[in-house]
């Protein structure tokens, strides 16, 4: 638990825990093959349109699907 929250939120908690691990997973590793992106310059480098899944996009989403599993938020 954070020292500046005053009282405990196990969901809050739950959902950083499951940030950190996507974070700790995708790491500087090449998540887009179309633009080259990594997990830390996915949102400036992504070309993708708004209306189209880019393949960074569906790694991150496997991954943060696989993280909540694993800490119980699904």
């Known amino acids: 638990m954070a020292p500046h929250r005053i009282s405990p939120n196990r969901l ?3 959902r ?3 940030q950190r691990l996507v974070r700790e997973r995708l790491g500087e590793r090449l ?3 179309r633009c ?3 997990f830390s310059t ?3 480098k992504c070309e993708a349109p ?3 899944r880019c393949p960074g ?3 991150v989403d496997r991954v943060q699907m ?3 599993k694993e800490v119980g938020l699904c």
């Open 12 to 14: 809050r908690e739950l």
């Open 42 to 44: 996915y949102s400036d």
């Open 50 to 52: 708004l209306d189209e």
């Open 16 to 18: 950083e825990k499951v």
């Open 31 to 33: 998540i887009c093959t």
């Open 66 to 68: 696989a993280a909540e």
């Open 36 to 38: 080259g992106a990594k």
């Open 57 to 59: 996009f569906n790694v």
